[in-house]
């Protein structure tokens, strides 16, 4: 079992509701939305970077749940779902390398 399913599995509601607000609270301070797909910006990429900001474990559907609660569309392509939203580089690049230094912390 995955990690994504054992947390959907034994995720209570409140802790759910408070992984897709931090969610939201990401996309409101760092995405800006497109009128086009972004394919270089994927949710499972976007949980990844929303996990190292906040320091909890946020699922791909907590994220796709927050964006699509926004406004935002969900594309699938190729098994991977893009938005309609563009994340500045540096915001990607700064949180993977925080991570990267201290890779325990989140």
């Known amino acids: 079992m ?6 959907h599995d034994h995720c209570t509601p409140a802790h759910h509701m408070m992984r897709v607000a931090f969610c939201a609270m990401w996309i409101e301070h760092f995405a800006q ?8 910006f994927t949710a ?3 949980k ?7 320091g909890w474990y946020v699922g791909e559907s907590h994220f796709q749940e ?7 569309k969900g ?9 309609q ?8 690049r ?8 201290n890779p325990n912390d989140g």
């Not at 497109?34 to 270089?40: A, K, P, W, Y």
């Not at 700064?94 to 230094?101: K, N, Y």
């Open 48 to 54: 990844h970077a929303v996990t190292r900001w906040c």
């Open 94 to 101: 700064r949180q993977f390398r925080e991570w990267r230094m």
């Open 75 to 83: 594309y699938i392509v190729d098994g991977q779902v893009y938005y």
């Open 33 to 40: 939305p497109t009128d086009t797909r972004n394919l270089h």
């Open 44 to 46: 499972y990429s976007a």
């Open 66 to 72: 927050a964006a699509e609660k926004l406004g935002y």
């Open 85 to 92: 939203m563009a994340v500045p580089r540096w915001v990607i």
């Open 2 to 7: 995955d990690r994504e399913q054992y947390e």
